[in-house]
């Protein structure tokens, strides 16, 4: 034979190549499978670059992890200014450090409680089953939000709301104090106090939280750990009967509504989970799966989320 690779170097390389992709397809599936973390098989890939961590690709790692679909790794990757045809044993020293910074953030912490984010378009019946969660699953605490705008009969604060006044607000928002906010119908504003959270997440309690999707990308940002999740409609048609049903829109609004409905629903692979919304003690037994909260807790029940 002359010139080329000889047959059997050839076949070696062909069975090395194979077993690679097993070793590399095993690696996924035992993050997928909870085996081991994404971070450990960084940490491995960067101790020894023969090991066959070294050369997954980061988007594998990434896609592997519970949630992560194709547009959050996307996301992601463009943050930590990662390219996608990179493998982790070829990361530079500081693309190590963001990565490596990234994960740690998702890495559960034993004996700390999960946040998760409750989100969807609207009438999709996020305060429905968060209703349902708060009635039947007492661990769970539905966080209280913080508002500038008065009580209404029946209101107290602390229970529904936290009512303060602009000044106050205002100040929440210079210290941190709020893992997100927003104005509400050039009206009122409305947020999500952190200290309650971070007190309840250190002491073991799961907390739910219910708002909208801007708030949902401000909690991802201040906290990359939260689980964020997607309340979907079982199809369009029925999203559109469950609003126009309401009979509290004008025609107009409803309108104005399912065209906001329609941009919201395609935010929807920016979202770690999807939960679809056809039964709603089913949806609501999805979330309390991924809160991990036990059933039948003897804990004391959260208080009231507070719809915006």
């Not at 070829?90 to 559960?108: F, I, K, M, T």
């Amino acid at each position: 034979m002359t010139g080329g690779m000889p047959e059997v170097d050839r076949a070696a390389a062909s069975r090395a190549a194979v077993a690679a992709r097993q070793a590399r397809a095993q690696i996924k599936q035992s993050v997928r499978g909870s085996e081991r973390t994404a971070l450990d098989v960084a940490e491995t890939a960067w101790r020894d670059g023969t090991r066959p961590e070294a050369g997954l690709r980061v988007p594998e790692l990434l896609g592997a992890m519970r949630g992560l679909g194709p547009a959050r790794v996307a996301d992601v990757l463009d943050r930590l200014r990662i390219s996608p045809v990179k493998r982790l044993g070829g990361l530079g020293p500081q693309q190590r450090d963001r990565l490596r910074e990234w994960l740690r953030a998702r890495v559960s912490v034993p004996g700390r409680g999960r946040l998760v984010v409750l989100a969807g378009p609207t009438a999709v019946g996020k305060g429905t089953v968060a209703g349902y969660i708060r009635e039947h699953h007492p661990d769970v605490l539905l966080s209280v939000s913080a508002t500038t705008r008065a009580p209404r009969p029946g209101e107290h604060d602390g229970v529904h709301y936290y009512f303060v006044d602009d000044e106050a607000f205002d100040g929440m928002i210079e210290r941190g104090e709020l893992l997100e906010w927003a104005t509400v119908h050039n009206a009122s504003r409305y947020g999500t106090p952190r200290p309650p959270v971070d007190a309840a997440l250190d002491a073991g309690r799961s907390v739910l939280l219910e708002i909208d999707l801007q708030g949902a990308r401000q909690v991802r940002a201040a906290m990359p750990e939260a689980l964020l999740v997607f309340l979907l409609p079982p199809n369009w048609e029925e999203l559109v009967r469950r609003l126009v049903g309401r009979g509290t829109e004008s025609p107009e609004e409803q309108s104005r509504r399912l065209d906001t409905a329609r941009v919201e629903l395609a935010a929807q692979d920016e979202f770690d989970e999807l939960v679809v919304n056809d039964d709603v003690r089913r949806a609501a037994q999805e979330v309390v799966d991924l809160l991990a909260v036990p059933s039948g807790g003897a804990r004391p029940a959260g208080r009231a989320g507070s719809a915006r």
